[in-house]
């Protein structure tokens, strides 16, 4: 089967800096991609690897490893802003698969 | 470029009731995604369109589900004879043809079935 893994909940402090970590298992893969996505709203994309290090954009990393079948999506500085779910999510072909996400809580 | 768009953004229905949902994707984009999402879940892949052509479909979608893209732009997805179980939000994105670019989503159609 096809499967996503990602802790449901993390909970961080305003200014600090949290990873989320994603583990996979799909019959077929072309990248690792993470998105955000607030309360009633819709996902937005964040990031993107497709090859083994780490990506930065802005205060937000993502890290892959093909050969562990893991990523992770690094936040950093915080901002209440940031509260939010995120998704992994795989390309085994041209559809996404997706993990369960992970909310985003985030105390002053 | 006025993003995904998607209407209604809230349909509520007896449920045995037909019911047609439209999206317009990014102009440009020649890749169109169905995705259902219920509260606490990822969004959980249906069917995607290259230009006019549907190209995969989930199993998730049965008989009672039909999507289109007549002419390679907007699509439309009808449910058929809705059940308590069909109630979640129904997101359409949009893509350009390589596989792993970026989808863009709409906002979502919240379907509610009494």
């Known amino acids: 089967g096809q499967s996503l893994e990602q802790p449901s909940e993390v909970t961080a402090v305003e200014g600090a800096i949290v990873q989320i970590n994603c583990t996979y298992q799909?019959?077929?893969?072309?990248?690792l991609s993470w998105y955000q996505q607030h309360d009633g709203g819709a996902p937005t994309f964040l990031s993107y690897?497709?090859l083994d290090g780490l990506e930065e954009t802005g205060r937000f990393s993502s890290f892959l490893s093909r050969s562990d079948s893991y990523g992770y999506l690094l936040l950093q500085e915080l901002q209440m802003k940031d509260s939010a779910s995120y998704f992994c999510?795989?390309?085994?072909?041209?559809?996404?698969?997706w993990g369960a996400g992970t909310k985003l809580i985030i105390k002053p | 470029d006025t993003g995904v768009s998607q209407n209604p953004r809230h349909k509520i229905t007896k449920r045995g009731q037909n019911v047609t949902f439209r999206c317009d994707p990014i102009?440009?984009?020649?890749?169109l995604y169905w995705y259902r999402q219920t509260l606490g879940q990822g969004p959980e892949f249906l069917t995607y369109?290259?230009?006019?052509?549907?190209?995969?479909k989930s199993r998730l979608l049965s008989d009672r589900f039909s999507a289109e893209r007549p002419k390679g732009s907007f699509s439309t997805l009808e449910i058929q004879r809705t059940e308590q179980g069909d109630s979640a939000m129904y997101l359409c994105?949009?893509?350009?043809?390589?596989?792993?670019?970026?989808?863009?989503f709409g906002d979502g159609t919240r379907l509610s079935i009494l």
């Open positions: 994105a949009s893509s350009t043809g390589t596989a792993g670019q970026p989808q863009h």
């Open positions: 102009s440009e984009h020649n890749r």
């Open positions: 999510a795989v390309n085994p072909s041209y559809q996404l698969i």
């Open positions: 690897n497709a």
């Open positions: 799909t019959s077929g893969f072309y990248g």
């Open positions: 369109f290259q230009n006019e052509a549907q190209l995969e």
